[in-house]
């Protein structure tokens, strides 16, 4: 056998092997490259109420921002992955001025802004609630004033729950202090008729006592707020009525009588 003949066969064999070789390595190279870059996506800080320190994707944090504008009467908190057991626990301490306070997760978020049918199922939920809210209300009537906020949660299934902050003690501090400033008012109306100058002075005092009077409503004793929890709004509104009629009923008793049967858990 030609000696000259093999060893060519062998050097041929050996360029194409390695050539097979770093062709496979390149493309397990651009698959890591890939997944690098995947991993790597930049992540961006959120404006607004946040728990934690949740981030957003490009197109994740751009579809918040329509979300919140699309459902302006709500008061959106995103809360991040690794917050969200304490957020539940902690959702009765989260005020809002809007009508409906949102506790939603980050990752709920990527996937709503990647997962049509998936957005378009919470976006379902969130404009339900919205005329949930109106009836809500309606159905309270004058109560409604007792409850301090509104809000909703998801949980990892998907299903939505409820709350409201019912403050037993809102709506008779209001009063005491609408009937204290209204006679504080009317003595000092019976002065200003005396001088010019106490015209002046009473408008000055009736702006104090306005300042005065949201300092006490913030200072309300916080032992009188429950938070009560349920899966629907026929539920939450029982719920509601319950704890209203048991802060009415609590007029009525001794403070001996009060202290019997009144650990409910209002929780499900």
């Given amino acids: 056998m030609d000696m000259n003949g093999i060893n060519q066969s062998a050097y041929v064999n050996s360029i194409v092997s390695e050539y097979q070789n770093t062709r496979s390595n390149g493309i397990k190279d651009e698959k890591v490259n890939k997944q690098k870059g995947s991993a790597s996506e930049k992540l961006n800080d959120v404006k607004g109420r946040t728990i934690g320190e949740p981030k957003l994707s490009d197109k994740a944090l751009k579809y918040y921002e329509k979300l919140k504008k699309k459902f302006s009467n709500m008061d959106f908190i995103l809360v991040s992955p690794e917050k969200k057991a304490e957020a539940e626990r902690n959702k009765g301490m ?3 001025s809007k009508e409906l306070l949102v506790l939603i997760d980050s990752d709920k978020i ?17 404009s339900n609630a919205t005329s949930q809210m109106q009836i809500m209300k309606q159905k309270l009537g004058t109560n409604a004033n ?41 003595a000092k109306k019976q002065e200003a008729k005396k001088a010019e100058k106490r015209k002046a002075e009473e408008r000055a005092e009736a702006r104090r006592a306005g300042s005065e009077e949201d300092e006490e409503v913030k200072m309300i ?21 319950d704890v209203i009629m ?4 609590d007029g009525l008793m001794t403070a001996s009588e009060r202290n019997i049967g009144q650990n409910f858990d209002f929780a499900l």
């Fill in 110 to 126: 990527e996937r709503m802004a990647e997962d049509e049918e998936y957005r378009k199922k919470y976006e379902g939920i969130l």
């Fill in 94 to 96: 989260y005020a809002s």
């Fill in 246 to 249: 048991t802060g009415m009923a």
């Fill in 146 to 186: 007792k409850v301090s906020s509104f809000g909703m949660s998801f949980d990892d299934h998907g299903n939505a729950s409820f709350f409201a902050v019912v403050d037993k003690s809102l709506a008779k501090q209001r009063e005491r202090i609408a009937a204290k400033r209204e006679e504080n008012l009317k």
């Fill in 221 to 241: 004793d916080k032992t009188d707020k429950v938070t009560v929890t349920a899966k629907s709004w026929d539920e939450l509104f029982r719920k509601i009525d």
